[in-house]
C-alpha cells in the first residue's frame, strides 16, 4: 500500500521529469524526431502524474472518512544498542 509520502515523493520526481522533458521537447537544435520522442513521453508523464495525483486524493480521502488509518513505521535498529552487545 501506498503512504501519504510515497506518492507525494512520486508526484515530486515526476514533475521534475515533466520539466526537463518539456525542455528537451522545446529544443530547436535537434530533429523532429528527437522532438516527437519527448511529446510522447511528455503525454505518459502527465497521465502519471493525474494518476498518482487521484490516487492520493483518494488516499486521503479515506483516512478522513476513516476508512484507513496511517500506521507509523518505528526504525528498529540494533547496532550500537548497549543492550544488545556483547
Known amino acids: 500500500m501506498e503512504t501519504v509520502g510515497s506518492l507525494i515523493d512520486k508526484l515530486c520526481i515526476n514533475e521534475l521529469k515533466i520539466y ?5 521537447a522545446g529544443r530547436d537544435d535537434i530533429d ?3 522532438r516527437q520522442d519527448c511529446r510522447k513521453r511528455l ?3 502527465r ?10 486524493e483518494e488516499l486521503i480521502d479515506d483516512v478522513m472518512s476513516g476508512k484507513r488509518i496511517l500506521r ?5 535498529k540494533m547496532y550500537n544498542e548497549k543492550k544488545f552487545k556483547d
Not at 526537463?20 to 528537451?24: A, L, S, Y
Not at 507509523?72 to 528498529?76: A, G, V
Request: glycine share 8%; net charge negative.
Open 20 to 24: 526537463h522533458m518539456t525542455e528537451q
Open 32 to 34: 523532429d524526431g528527437f
Open 43 to 45: 503525454d505518459i508523464l
Open 47 to 56: 497521465v502519471q502524474r493525474d494518476d498518482l495525483g487521484a490516487e492520493l
Open 72 to 76: 507509523i513505521y518505528r526504525q528498529m
